[in-house]
């Protein structure tokens, strides 16, 4: 399965507002780890491109680059670079076989509502299960 690093964030976040049960639990479960692991490079990534332009990350997590022409530039490089490297997908593979299928079973009937970003992350973790599904195929 594979979903873009810009997205993971919103799906980690919905995976574990879920309410589930039983082996659906155990697959979102492992599925969110593979996506906190995906999560926490990602940051290393950041922070390696930020210097790689001459910038540094601040105590508050926030990347900063000089308040020079120089700097201003690096900036502008970094930004392009950042959406090139969020625009990545990262692959993900099914740890236990069948848990992809119980997971997207159940949130195809999930009786809850979504709204905002965990709708656009519902949507798109299903689309991501489903392109699973048809590469398997």
């Known amino acids: 399965m594979k979903i873009k690093k810009n997205e993971l964030n919103n799906i980690h976040f919905l995976l574990v507002g879920l ?10 479960t492992k599925l969110d780890k593979q996506i906190i692991d995906a999560l926490n490079e990602v940051g290393k990534e ?15 997590g ?26 990545e997908k990262v692959i993900f593979n099914e740890t ?9 079973s159940v949130l195809n009937e999930y009786e809850g509502e979504f709204s905002g970003n965990d709708a656009q992350a519902y949507d798109t973790l299903l689309d991501s299960l489903e392109e699973a599904e048809k590469a398997e195929g």
């Open 19 to 28: 309410t589930l049960k039983g082996t659906v639990s155990r697959a979102r």
């Open 46 to 60: 950041e922070k390696e491109l930020a210097e790689d332009n001459d910038g540094s990350v601040d105590e508050n």
């Open 62 to 87: 926030t990347i900063v680059f000089s308040k020079t022409e120089e700097g201003a530039q690096n900036a502008i490089n970094f930004k392009k670079e950042h959406t090139e490297l969020l625009a």
């Open 96 to 104: 236990i076989e069948g848990h992809y299928d119980r997971l997207k």
